[in-house]
Each structure stands twice: as C-alpha cells, then as structure tokens.
C-alpha cells in the first residue's frame, strides 16, 4: 500500500509540473496569424527568385516493377 502511494504521489507531482508549461502555449493570440512585417522588411532583400529559362529532354520512364521485388 505504501508503495502505491509513493507512485500516485510522484506522478501527481509530475503531472503538476507540466500543467503550467502546458497553459503558456495557449496564451498567444488563438486564431491570428503573427505579424511578419518586421521579417520581411528585414529579410527580404536576402530572398532569391530563380528562373528557368531552357527545358530538359525528358528521362527514360521508370521501368515496371514485379510484386515479387523489394522495392514494389
């Protein structure tokens, strides 16, 4: 009997012990998305636009595999 109260009373403590880390998520602002002005006004001259300018030949189709192989 001591022993299971021993083991109730350190898992209630650590049950405890999370409750508070638990509720600090949810004091954000709920259904809004951040504001990511600031970031783009500071990381936006660091984006790179890439453009294709040439098409390659398309590759041989991938071969038919049988069930019988592992990568089926």
């Known amino acids: 009997m001591k022993r299971l109260s021993a083991l109730a009373s350190v898992l209630l403590c650590a049950g405890l012990a999370l409750?508070?880390?638990g509720s600090a998520w949810?004091?954000?602002r709920p259904?809004?998305?951040p504001d990511f002005?600031?970031?783009?006004?500071k990381m936006?001259?660091?984006v790179v636009s890439i453009?294709?300018?040439q098409r390659t030949r398309r590759g041989r189709p991938m071969p038919e595999l049988s069930e019988d192989d592992p990568f089926y």
């Open 19 to 21: 409750v508070p880390a």
């Open 37 to 41: 002005t600031e970031l783009y006004e």
């Open 44 to 46: 936006g001259p660091a």
């Open 51 to 53: 453009d294709v300018t």
């Open 26 to 28: 949810s004091q954000g």
């Open 31 to 33: 259904g809004l998305l």
